[in-house]
């Protein structure tokens, strides 16, 4: 893809000629897509087509073999996932990852680690640098946690909360590091409709806010359907289709890849579920969630 | 010249038994992620069963005792403790068997007090001299002894379907256990075998020119640590820990 | 636990926990935290630990010497305690070299605050300025393993710390002129302007004569609130959230932004100069230093001390601490009447030896039975004992492997 000049310098993200090999299995094989500032962008494909790796790679977790990316005119690749936060890139784990011995409250506000300054003498001497630089992003994560719908769980350890909960939370600890790319990796997998309807208010009311970003991975069609401005399709770690959702939903080889592997069935059940999912959507956006 | 050889002979020797400890260190550690630091405890009531029954059992038979008490002792820290200790973090686990050290080897420590005691082998300090190089042979004895152990657990390793599982479960807990591996099984055989091994090296780190078992030996058995480091973070098959 | 409470909005049906009478009575746990404003939650805690604080000040004036030395150890187990439980409780990193750094700073001590002799090396610096640069040897002796501890995660750090233990007590037997070799150093008792921490007359209050032990009481007591009060601000800030987030999801502290070879070097730097804090007063308590005593089991006993005391606060390592320095001396002294204790040397088992079996079998019971540890153990029993009026709202069911971190 060469659409490089276009998004450099914005939150624009622009993956070029991406391979990652892991002891002679290829996962991603010259993946190149570009993903323009200000959008909702889906990269979609059967299990193990390579979706959480490129998730991993952009985040910092794998080193690519080859290629690059270039997020806001700057080069991702290489950088250690610390680096990669504080350009500003969140993202959320398809197996949740947050600490479940300590407060929701505690794990948003490690979402705030990169915009915080406290070190060990600061915090363990209670400077008043330290109590005020506390006090004023706690505000802002109870902010958070209002948005995504999270509050009423502040103060309970994150591993005791109910599975669609510990989703949410994860989606607001990515929210908390005030992200201009935020990566979403399968952020509805094994949640109802309400559930499912419910988040994707939640990010798309976050992009707008926020002015992120974002690139998700799902495998619930309705939802990439209702979220995403372009849709990018991997099969067996490469790139078989990338444009608009309507199009690429057409796509043979999208079809194809979807229809060949186990994944078939799947696809046509929630493709049911989400034309009535939407139209529920339709009718209960508007009418707005608590939270 | 021959003092080159004898030396080299001496140090290969003592390395092979420390590789048994370190053999036993990294089973256990690979199939279980659990750093055993009860090894030396075992080691130290392989030797002490070993040196209470060699004058009435003969050696061989305590002998057998001995490794036979030091597995089951293992098998029963894996039964009793570390199966039931439900914690996610290893370091926990790791603390655990510290405990376990501490009751066993203060436990055996008291027994043996201050005395030294033998182990009743069939070598004593008989030396054995060829082409001028001047052996003893209990180095002798423990680098046999050693070698054919550690093959044939890479053979057992490599071809049983005891070794698959253990591998499997190294590689992956989670998936081998998908795959029909039973987890509990492949973790208590390596306690019961790391505890075997450990009693043999007692017996070798305890005879000629070694005075005998006395409360030292389990501290002369954690020496073996560094070995199980540097072979621990590999499975044993890529580098043995003998290097 | 004492997260103050959320904003008001949104949460209706939470009004009367705000009753001021209630919230002094409500139970300053997790659930009652969230809903009462901080003056309420804190009052009685504060008062708790004032009364507590006063207690401890005046018990030199009642306690006999044997009392008043365990206390001490107990002090400089519970400050040593503290710096572990930041490393192995708060960040899953474990390390066996503990008492290689205790070792720095009490021969450190030694080191800068004696006088050159012709046998022994000394800088004989003022003994505070030596007592501080002890902390800071320990310290800098930390930092110079920290490119391993930041780099090696949680047991492979245990396994690769080992190796401390080994130099540790090469150089304490064999650096003859630095250490003393076998036979150990002579501690120069702590001087500041004015009070000197040894047994020289003169210091007489409320009747009371004080000696060293009464005032090195004192001294253990300056040191070891501020050290628990710090770890309690590091635990409770941002540090601690990086730092548990690292035992329990790395790669999520990572990608969240924490650094975190850099947080585990810190925090192992951290924890050094918690030993040789430690360190430093047993030597002043000893008056006296051998290699031997800051071997392996040293490092195994401060182990032990975190997980029995409970893992990742710096009250549960205060707790462990008390617990394994208290055991051996209250067995020493009470032997005698207790069955299956013998005399030392009477071929039945000691009481050190007893105390040792007792604390290894307290280690595996605890980790099996008892979750969270002594600590976990007295919030539970203040849970249960205080009649559940927690806000109505919906606390999900309690996880089993949950562990009050």
Known sequence: ?291 | MSTFVELVVNGVSMGSVYALIALGFVIIFKATEVVNFAHASLLLAGGYVTAVLHDDLGFLLALGAGIAAAAGAGALVEVLVLRRARVENHAVLAIVTIGVDIVLTTELTRRIGTEVLSLGDPWRDRIVTVAGVSVAETRIAALVTATVLITAFLLAFRHTSWGVAMRAAAEDGETAALMGVRLTRVSLGAWALAGALAAVAALFLTVFPTPGLDRGTSFAAMKAFPAAILGGSTPPPARSPAA | ?405
């Open chain 3, 1 to 405: 636990m004492s997260d103050p409470s959320p904003p008001p909005d949104g949460a209706p049906g939470r009004a009367p926990d705000r009753a001021p009478g209630r919230a002094r009575t409500g139970t300053p746990g997790r659930a009652a935290a969230l809903a009462q404003p901080l003056a309420g939650l804190r009052r009685p805690a504060v008062l708790a630990g004032a009364a507590g604080f006063l207690v401890l000040l005046a018990l030199p004036f009642y306690l006999g010497a044997f009392w008043l030395q365990t206390g001490l150890f107990a002090m400089s187990a519970a400050i040593g305690a503290i710096g572990l439980n930041l490393l192995t409780g708060a960040t899953g990193q474990l390390s066996m070299g503990h008492a290689f750094f205790l070792a720095v700073g009490a021969y450190g001590y030694v080191y800068l605050a004696s006088d050159s002799g012709p046998h022994l090396a000394g800088l004989g610096l003022p003994t505070p300025l030596a007592f501080l640069g002890a902390i800071v040897l320990a310290g800098a002796a930390g930092g110079l393993f920290s490119p391993i501890a930041g780099r090696l995660r949680g047991t492979y750090l245990g396994i690769a710390s080992l190796a401390l233990i080994f130099i540790g007590q090469h150089v304490l037997f064999n650096a003859g002129s630095l250490t003393g070799g076998f036979n150990g150093r002579d501690v120069p008792p702590l001087r500041l302007p004015g009070l000197a921490f040894d047994d020289s007359p003169g210091l007489v209050l409320f009747d009371v004569p004080l000696g060293a032990l009464e005032r090195l009481w004192f001294l253990g007591l300056a040191l070891l609130v501020p050290a628990a009060w710090t770890a309690r601000g590091v635990l409770r800030g941002r540090p601690g959230r990086a730092l548990n987030t690292i035992r329990d999801r790395e790669v999520a502290a990572a990608v969240m932004g924490v650094p975190v070879a850099r947080y585990r070097a810190g925090v192992f730097v951290l924890s050094s100069m918690y030993a040789g804090a430690a360190g430093a007063l047993l030597a002043l308590v000893f008056r006296r230093t051998v290699p031997e005593y800051f071997g392996m089991f040293l490092s195994l006993d401060y182990l032990a001390m975190i997980v029995i005391g409970g893992l990742g606060t710096a009250a549960g390592a205060v707790a462990g601490a008390v617990f394994v320095s208290a055991l051996p001396q209250l067995l020493t002294r009470y032997g005698d009447d207790l069955p299956l204790v013998a005399a030392p040397g009477s071929g039945g088992v000691s009481p050190a030896e007893a105390s040792r079996i007792l604390y290894g079998a307290a280690v595996v019971a605890v980790v099996l039975f008892l979750p969270g540890g002594l600590l976990g153990l007295w919030s539970r029993l203040r849970a249960a004992a205080t009649p559940r009026r927690g806000p109505r709202r919906p606390v999900p069911r309690l996880d089993e492997e949950e562990q009050p971190a």
């Open chain 1, 1 to 291: 893809m060469n659409g490089a000049n276009s998004v450099d310098g914005a939150n624009g993200l622009t993956v070029t000629g991406l391979t990652v090999r892991f002891a002679g299995l290829t996962a991603l094989d010259g993946v190149s897509f570009t993903v323009a500032p200000g959008t909702v962008h889906a990269l979609i494909g059967p299990n193990g087509a390579g979706k959480s790796t490129c998730f991993n790679v952009l985040s910092g977790v794998y080193r690519a073999a080859a290629g690059s990316v270039r997020f806001g005119g700057g080069e991702l690749t290489g950088l250690a996932p610390h680096r990669i936060a504080a350009l500003g890139v969140a993202r959320t784990f398809q197996n949740i990852a947050l600490s479940g011995r300590q407060t929701v409250e505690d794990n948003l506000m490690l979402g705030r680690h990169r915009l915080t300054r406290a070190g060990f003498a600061s915090a363990g001497l209670r400077l008043p640098r330290a109590r005020r630089e506390d006090a004023r992003h706690r505000a802002r994560v109870r902010e958070i946690a209002r948005f995504v719908g999270v509050d009423e769980h502040l103060g309970a350890p994150a591993g005791t909360l109910p599975y669609g909960a510990q989703k949410r939370v994860e989606l607001a600890r990515a929210l908390a590091m005030e992200p201009s790319l935020l990566l979403l990796d399968e952020p509805v997998a094994g949640m109802d409709g309400g559930e499912r309807r419910r988040m994707a208010e939640v990010v798309l009311a976050a992009r707008a806010d926020l002015d992120m970003t974002v690139l998700l991975v799902e495998h619930d069609m309705g939802m990439v359907m209702r979220l995403a401005d372009r849709v990018t399709v991997l099969d067996f770690g490469r790139r078989i289709a990338d444009g608009p959702p309507g199009e690429v939903q057409r796509d043979p080889a999208v079809v194809r890849a979807y229809l060949g592997g186990a994944a078939a069935r799947g696809t046509a059940e929630s493709d049911a579920h989400d034309a009535h999912d939407a139209h529920d959507s339709a009718e209960g956006g508007k009418g707005g969630e608590p939270g």
